[in-house]
T-cell receptor
């Protein structure tokens, strides 16, 4: 079966520190992968998406970057966190032949 | 460009009563439409989708949604609400040929005993 793993579940980081959030998908190949951020106002903002290894599309300019070093691995990074980077980060995947996306359990990031 | 509007921040309903959560969309071409539910500090769970065919689609946990092309709407419904249905509900759209989902801002559903 297909599953998505996202970790860590919670993270508290000081301002100016680096960030690395990892997402992996099992049981599929060549999925579309997505990073979303959900701020306190609860709307979902698409940050990055990838349709293949090394292919990253950025939806909004920001302090974050994404990489896809392997087919089923999607990493969200920052070199120096800002207070405004706090939020709930969600990874999602969609089989290329499917229509709906499936979400990981999310990472609650608090920058202090 | 694709967009979704959920006009209600919150919907309150008594247990046992029918519920409706509203969604309207805007796309240039044909839409794929989705409903997701989110419980506190959890990821989104897929409920149902409209791709083509029957305008009334049925999904998980007794939910259904009605696609109305003329009104560009995709309202979520359930005949009899449960307290456990209380959660945050998201409508989403993906236009055919696009890779990304666009979400509404979410509607909090509160079902009172």
């Amino acid at each position: 079966s297909q599953t998505i793993h996202q970790w860590p579940a919670t993270l508290v980081q000081p301002v100016g520190s680096p960030l690395s959030l990892e997402c992996t998908v099992e049981g599929t190949s060549n999925p579309n992968l997505y990073w979303y951020r959900q701020a306190a106002g609860r709307g979902l903002q698409l940050l990055f998406y990838s349709v293949g290894i090394g292919q990253i599309s950025s939806e909004v300019p920001q302090n974050l970057s994404a990489s896809r070093p392997q087919d089923r691995q999607f990493i969200l990074s920052s070199k120096k966190l800002l207070l405004s980077d706090s939020g709930f980060y969600l990874c999602a995947w969609r089989p290329t032949e499917n229509t709906e996306a499936f979400f990981g359990q999310g990472t609650r990031l608090t920058v202090v | 460009a694709q967009s979704v509007a959920q006009p209600e921040d919150q919907v309150n309903v008594a247990e046992g009563n029918p519920l409706t959560v509203k969604c309207t969309y805007s796309v240039s071409g044909n839409p794929y439409l989705f409903w997701y539910v989110q419980y506190p500090n959890r990821g989104l769970q897929f409920l149902l989708k409209y791709i083509t065919g029957d305008n009334l689609v049925k999904g998980s946990y007794g939910f259904e949604a009605e696609f109305n092309k003329s009104q560009t709407s995709f309202h979520l419904k359930k005949p009899s609400a449960l307290v456990s249905d209380s959660a945050l509900y998201f409508c989403a759209v993906r236009e055919t040929g696009y890779s990304t989902l666009t979400f509404g801002k979410g509607t909090m559903l509160l079902v009172s005993p």
